[in-house]
């Protein structure tokens, strides 16, 4: 079992930033990445950001440029820069086995962008 908790979501103007974390814990010697995924309002969940055991990263178009998924040991951070409106939702953490599968997914941490 993995458990992940994360944190550091909350309310930013346009143009802000925040920092989100997701510390993991129990049996992380199988995990082959983790990834930050989102979910706003009246839309499917997608995936944002993810990084590979090996340091390896993805990201969605929509926050190339933008956003920075980083490691360090158990802890996986999404740094957000230049916020729009469009980033509001709720950011969850998950850990994959595969390549494509999440198998364990944090309780979520919600980003508000708003003026």
């Known amino acids: 079992q993995v458990q992940l908790v994360e944190s550091g979501g909350g309310l930013v103007q346009p143009g802000g930033s925040l920092r989100l974390s997701c510390a993991a814990s129990?049996?992380?010697?199988?995990?082959?990445?983790m990834g930050w995924h989102r979910q706003a309002p009246g839309k499917e969940r997608e995936l944002v950001a993810d990084?590979?055991?090996?340091?390896r990263t993805n990201y969605a178009d929509s926050v190339k440029g933008r956003f920075t998924i980083s490691r360090d040991k158990t802890v996986v951070y999404l740094q957000m820069n230049s916020l729009s409106p469009e980033d509001t939702a709720v950011y969850y953490c998950?850990?994959?086995?595969?390549?494509?599968?999440?198998?364990?997914w944090g309780q979520g941490t919600q980003v508000t962008v708003s003026s």
């Open positions: 998950a850990a994959r086995y595969g390549s494509t599968t999440y198998a364990y």
């Open positions: 990084i590979s055991s090996r340091g």
């Open positions: 129990g049996s992380l010697f199988s995990i082959n990445g």
